[in-house]
């Protein structure tokens, strides 16, 4: 059976089974009181799209440092790199936020909430990344740098022509699902009054209580910028495999 | 084959989900389940040992014994109380909702057991004295959630800039920090709250727009909307709010009464 058709058979029978659980549900639909705020949620997922690319930008920035601080022989070096990712990995986001923003921002006098927001987010995500890439790069063994040295590459034509691009195909699925999760915490964003999508659903809830009609929405929303990005990095997957 | 049986037991599994939501639903001699968000001091709240308390707990708990029915406290956050009950999780609502005519297309309410309205929380270093001052650009409005303030801002205030926040204790952190000018919530809570950021805030305490509470009920429910109208009635009589007040509110209760305004219950 081609994938496409299982792909296909398997959405079909989910579905279905969300058709049914919902045929069974005695539920009086309201979506033309949703239908109003349509704005309202548009402008939100704009602002979604917005934080979630600027932060996946910054934290594959801050992912990179921290994975070389992790990696670097200085052991004070190393050691700014591993409590930088123990603190971030090991607190919730929540209160990363709430600190970040009414504490050390304000400390700061960093009073755009939109910018705190997308540092936050990054600093968090980084956390992750710089593991990520840390494994990726310890998983190349070390014959390969050995072998690519014997034949008189340099230590840059090395890490370019021989490193990086079997690190890259290692680390891709674990970067993709590290932006999936990136994409999602943004909502989290809200609890700092910045006007992002799950806000924008939470809002239109409280005014017409009408609790599904605003969250599916979301989903479906969310599913747009998540599935184009498992799409990209299977993709890049597949390309990378044939550069080796 | 793999991909089959897991396919066959994915549709097993959400199935099950499915009965076993059916199957729950029904059930005899039910006791009240009445819904709050127990983050609302001194109405809807938590003692130390972490078990509801407040004027609407103890309001829920007399409310009770004159039906005879068993009262089950549901902690849910206020923006999921009317979904809640509309999908018959809860009976009724009993958590300082006011009754507005929004709320009133979607739910049913009981007559009004409280009267209160909306006041503001303003930095002491913005030049804001009323709600109109708010309506201009440039302005910064504070608000929790779902609430009446909220509902306010977005309808009535259109040209200030709006932050809609999850938690009263983050409005007013806004406030108080300077980043924004003014917290619209009701004048008992803004009282409280300039009380603890007394340094950094003040209270614009005369309400605005005068408010009502009431329980919140579903539509079709009219027996129980009498019992409970009945009860407000007998309670009153019997001066059961005059004594909660007392027991939860005694020190606001002076204060509002000496600043000459309308006060509650």
């Known amino acids: 059976m081609p994938r496409w058709l299982a792909h296909t058979i398997v959405v079909i029978l989910f579905a279905a089974l969300i058709a049914l659980a919902f045929s069974r549900v005695d539920y009086a639909w309201n979506w033309a009181g949703v239908w109003e705020y349509r704005q309202k949620f548009l402008q939100g997922f704009g602002v979604t799209v917005a934080l979630s690319l600027a932060s996946l930008v910054a934290s594959t920035l801050i992912g990179i440092v921290a994975a070389v601080l992790l990696g670097s022989k200085n052991v004070m070096l190393e050691a700014v790199g591993r409590v930088y990712v123990e603190l971030i990995r090991g607190t919730p986001l929540l209160v990363q936020l709430l600190l970040g923003f009414y504490v050390v921002a304000s400390a700061v006098g960093l009073e755009n909430r939109y910018v705190v927001g997308v540092l936050v987010l990054a600093l968090f995500s980084g956390a992750y990344m710089a593991e990520i890439f840390r494994g990726g790069l310890a998983a190349i063994p070390q014959t390969q740098r050995d072998s690519a040295r014997a034949i008189g590459l340099t230590p840059w034509q090395s890490l370019r022509l021989v490193i ?48 599904l009609e605003s969250y599916l929405p979301l989903a479906a929303g969310y599913l747009l910028l998540t599935l184009p990005l498992s799409a990209l990095s299977r993709l890049l997957e597949r390309r990378y495999r044939y550069e080796m | 084959m793999v991909m089959r049986s897991f396919v066959s037991i994915l549709c097993g599994g959400l199935l099950g989900c499915l009965l076993f939501a059916t199957a729950t639903t029904a059930s005899a001699a039910p006791p009240l389940r009445v819904g709050m968000e127990l983050s609302y001091p001194p109405f809807e709240m938590t003692d130390p040992q972490g078990r509801p308390t407040g004027v609407s707990v103890k309001l829920a708990e007399a409310l009770g014994r004159q039906l005879d029915r068993e009262v089950v406290i549901e902690n849910i956050a206020f923006d999921g109380l009317i979904p809640a009950l509309k999908t018959g999780k809860i009976d009724c609502i009993i958590s300082s909702m006011t009754a507005t005519p929004e709320r009133s297309r979607s739910i049913a309410f009981s007559d009004p057991y409280l009267k209160t309205g909306l006041a503001l929380l303003v930095g002491k270093e913005s030049p ?63 009282y409280q709250n300039q009380k603890r950021h007394a340094e950094a805030t003040r209270a614009v305490l005369r309400p605005f727009r005068e408010e009502t509470w009431a329980v919140g009920l579903r539509p079709g429910d009219t027996q129980l909307r009498e019992q409970i109208n009945d009860f407000l009635k007998q309670f009153r009589s019997e001066g059961g709010f005059e004594k909660l007040g007392d027991e939860f509110l005694p020190e606001e209760k002076a204060a509002f009464k000496a600043q000459d305004i309308p006060f509650y219950f």
């Open chain 2, 128 to 190: 804001v004295k009323s709600a109109a001052d708010l309506d201009a650009p440039g302005r910064t409005i504070a608000v929790k959630k779902g609430t009446t303030g909220h509902q306010y801002a977005s309808t009535s205030l259109k040209k200030a800039r709006l932050l809609v926040l999850d938690k009263e204790s983050a409005a007013v952190m806004e406030v108080a920090q300077g980043k924004a000018d003014a917290f619209i919530y009701d004048s008992l809570s803004v």
């Open chain 1, 164 to 211: 990086l691009p079997q690190a890259v195909r290692l680390v891709l699925p674990a970067v993709a699902g590290q932006f999936v999760s990136l994409i999602k915490d943004s909502s989290l964003l809200s609890v700092i009054a910045v006007s992002e999508f799950t806000l924008a659903a939470q809002e239109v809830n409280s005014f017409t209580y009408s609790t």
